[in-house]
């Protein structure tokens, strides 16, 4: 069997991947709440099963869930779907949950509807199109009788979006996962080679103030204006963090501030107040912060707090209270590890590719929590992935995948596996 009839096979199950593709867009998977994951596994384990898999529900203790301060409902089911032979073993992994929908699409976000070779809906990009693809994968394998080159268990797994303890997390931690990994979410069909991505947390920050009439507000203490010192000290701090550059090389996207990953400092949300005639005794802010590879977690928190307190003592607030949440650490990976090699060997099977360009993401992803849970092995990761670097709509209105995108990645796959 040569590469060529199974990449000719997969053009044949065009048909398939859309289908099922339509399928899995279809079950919400919104988190917050993440209601519908059995019901997502419940259209997929029968898939996995029909070409060969053995498959294994894994239902995250609630216990882990409740150390993510969001209102989550719904049992956590990750499914674990293993391939076995006397192959050395690879996992794939991809996430099921998607991003809250705004009001700003012109499609259906859970339609999957095709408009001039474009999927649409939510998860199309991230990264319910890498499951699908995967599926067909794994499906023209079984229907050609091609026993992949490796042991596979796919894992798709709960709250990516959400960190802090997603699905993939927890199962490394039980042993599910191999520290040789194809990782479905973060490259590009461009020649772009994903190597790192932002460490992430909020930094939430309340101010307390006294409140009275707003016709005597020389009585009280205005949480709002006097959080404004406490602002104009992030701002300052917000200039010199996104000054910063990286030793790793940036994702090539455009508009990027520097050909290196650069931190971010987001000042995302701020309320305060509850009717205009009194005077507000609280005000709330919250910074989402991205951090790299180079950057030391304690010191990112150091000089945030330092700032906090600079604004304070210009301020007449009675008192400032903060909390933390460490959602995702950083990750990088050896741009020259054995599986990478193996995927450049496909894109340029595949694609005619003979150069590729090399380069981090200041987003973030459950690849930092899946590397701490299997060190000391050093990770061996091939990326894989649906975005286009010059037609990112990962989270955003309209998302959508190309066919032709899909087609080629599941091509992909089916390389690595087998070729």
């Known amino acids: 069997m040569i590469a060529k009839d ?3 096979a997969v053009d044949k199950n065009e048909d398939y991947i859309i289908d099922i593709l339509q399928k899995i867009i279809a079950v919400d998977t919104t988190v917050p709440p993440g209601e519908n994951y059995g019901k997502l596994v419940d259209i997929v384990e029968p898939e996995f099963r029909r070409f060969g898999f053995e498959t294994e529900r894994v239902i995250v203790p609630e216990e882990k869930v409740q150390l993510m301060p969001w209102k989550l409902t719904g049992e956590r089911v990750n499914l674990v779907a293993t391939l076995k032979n006397d192959q050395p073993r690879v996992s794939a992994y991809a996430h099921m949950d998607v991003v809250p929908v705004d009001d700003k699409w012109t499609q259906d976000p859970f339609g999957g509807k095709v408009i001039d070779g474009r999927l649409y809906g939510r998860g199309t990009i991230d990264m319910k199109g890498s499951i699908a693809c995967f599926l067909g994968a794994a499906k023209v394998l079984s229907d050609m009788g091609i026993e992949p080159n490796y042991s596979v268990n796919c894992c798709l797994c709960t709250d990516e979006e959400m960190g802090i303890y ?6 490394a931690e039980q042993g599910y996962f191999s520290n040789h990994l194809m990782w479905l979410e973060m490259s590009a069909m461009e020649p772009i080679v994903t190597i790192g991505a932002a460490g992430c947390l909020s930094y939430d920050i309340k101010s307390i103030g006294r409140s009275c009439h707003s016709g005597m507000n020389y009585l009280g203490v205005n949480a709002v204006e006097e959080m404004i010192p406490i602002l104009n000290e992030l701002m300052k ?10 030793r790793i090389p940036s994702f090539p996207v455009p508009g ?3 050909a290196m990953m650069t931190p971010m400092f987001n000042l995302n949300i701020i309320r305060g107040g509850m ?5 507000p005794d609280e005000c709330d802010l919250s910074i989402n912060r991205r951090y790299l590879p180079d950057e030391k977690y304690d010191e990112v928190i150091a000089e945030i707090d330092a700032a906090v307190q600079r604004g304070k003592e210009q301020s007449k607030l009675l008192d400032v209270r903060t909390e933390i949440i460490h959602a995702y650490p950083p990750v990088e990976i050896d741009p020259d590890n054995p599986a990478i090699r193996k995927m450049l060997a496909g894109k340029k099977a595949i694609m005619g590719f003979e150069e590729f360009i090399y380069g981090g993401v200041s987003a973030s992803t459950d690849l930092g929590f899946v590397a701490e849970a299997l060190k000391p092995q050093k990770l061996e990761v091939a990326c894989f992935g649906l975005v286009r670097a010059t037609n990112n709509l990962a989270h955003a209105a309209d998302e959508h995948v190309f ?3 899909l087609i080629l990645q599941t091509k ?8």
Do not use: W
């Not at 963090?241 to 990286?246: A, C, D, G, L, W």
């Open 403 to 405: 066919i032709e995108d």
């Open 6 to 8: 199974a990449f000719l």
């Open 412 to 419: 992909e796959l089916v390389h690595f596996m087998a070729f």
């Open 237 to 246: 701090l917000k200039k010199t963090v996104e000054s910063r550059e990286s």
């Open 256 to 258: 990027a501030p520097s």
């Open 275 to 279: 009717k205009d005639n009194i005077v």
């Open 166 to 171: 997603p699905g993939a997390r927890y199962l």
